[in-house]
């Protein structure tokens, strides 16, 4: 029996690759965070994929993963040019699971994560005949460097395992992003919610207001300043008087998120200007549709797709003298074609 059929991902349906809120598979592993958050300790600790699902400019840089770079065709290439009998692994798939699929879900992985993990089929003769993606929470990589499946050793041939060198995924190196985008997203809707700055209300010589009281009138005052139809007019009853404190400009929220927007794309090689954030937009030089079709060619997909393309070209998944390439063909036609890039199924 194969690893895919041992791991019932032959007939399995297809799972989302962000179902996983920690980074760890065993959940004890989030003692360390519990603890520094019991005593107050700031810790650069790794965040949840839940947590980073949040942030709209992490959607947005999900959605170019999946609708540019997932959807790319692999091909497999040899002195000549493309071979003329493509593998089958490279575009279909024995499982549940689509190549699309399958592509998408290694993508994201890299981007939350670092890294990701395929389960591979192989023919009498060693090739690969399938590949499905592993579930994040079914595999690990132990002390001493073995991977492990539901905590079982695999052997190197009956998997492959992709990195992306240098980065350890967002989780982990933008914990500190994800925190300050969690914190400027709670200040905000309060904000929204509240629009007038920080407010005291104070007795006046000669009041004498029970703790029940103020208490009362707090929150009927946080009631009142609520209601979308008459929050902005109050009456101040005789005894009391209402101070406001600080500074209750937008523009400081607009810009801390629009600075959020900036960072995540800095984290994912994607050009701020296409995270839609209209300070952004507006603090960057002017680029062109070919000028941001280019970036996206030279910095963010082969950000992500060559270490795919290194790690399936090596020679336990194709021959030697072969190597495997996203086909980038419809991204550089211009116009594109009608029917896309060549797919076979």
């Not at 089929?121 to 592993?134: N, P, S």
């Not at 523009?251 to 994912?268: H, K, P, T, V, W």
């Not at 839609?276 to 992500?304: C, N």
């Amino acid at each position: 029996m194969g690893l895919l059929s041992w791991l019932g991902l032959a007939d399995a349906p297809p799972v989302s690759p962000t179902a996983v809120s920690s980074p760890w598979a065993d959940q004890s592993s989030l003692l360390p965070a519990i603890v520094a958050e019991a005593f107050g300790i700031e810790a650069d600790l790794p965040v949840t994929s839940a947590d980073a699902d949040r942030i709209p400019a992490v959607q947005r840089v999900k959605s170019f993963l999946t609708a540019v770079v997932a959807p790319l065709p692999l091909r497999v290439l040899d002195a000549s040019g493309e071979v003329a009998s493509q593998p089958t692994w490279v575009y279909r798939s024995n499982t549940a699971v689509s190549p699309y699929s399958r592509m998408a879900a290694t993508l994201i992985d890299g981007f939350y994560f670092g890294d990701s993990l395929w389960a591979v089929e192989r023919g009498a003769a060693g090739q690969v005949t399938d590949a499905a993606w592993v579930p994040r929470d079914r595999w690990k990589i132990s002390n001493d460097g073995r991977i492990l499946v539901d905590d079982r050793p695999v052997g190197d041939r009956e998997v492959i395992y992709f990195d992306w060198p240098g980065w350890t995924g967002l989780v982990r190196a933008g914990a500190r992003t994800v925190r300050g985008a969690a914190a400027v997203e709670a200040a905000w809707v309060a904000r929204a919610r509240n629009p007038i700055a920080l407010t005291t209300l104070r007795q006046t010589e000669g009041a004498q207001y029970t703790q029940e009281q103020i208490n009362t009138l707090i929150q009927r005052w946080i009631k009142s300043r609520r209601d979308p139809e008459t929050g902005s007019v109050a009456f101040v009853p005789l005894g009391l008087a209402v101070d406001t404190h600080g500074d209750s400009d937008a523009e400081m929220f607009e810009g801390a998120r629009n600075s959020i927007r900036l960072d995540i794309a800095n984290y994912a090689a994607l050009p701020a200007s296409l995270l839609d954030g209209s300070q952004a937009e507006a603090s960057l030089t002017y680029v062109t549709t070919e000028g941001q079709r280019s970036r996206l060619l030279t910095e963010f997909i082969p950000h992500w797709a060559a270490p795919i393309e290194q790690r399936l070209s090596q020679d336990d998944v194709v021959p030697r003298g072969q190597r495997v390439r996203f086909d980038l063909s419809e991204l550089i036609t211009t116009p594109p074609t009608d029917t896309g890039a060549p797919v076979e199924d």
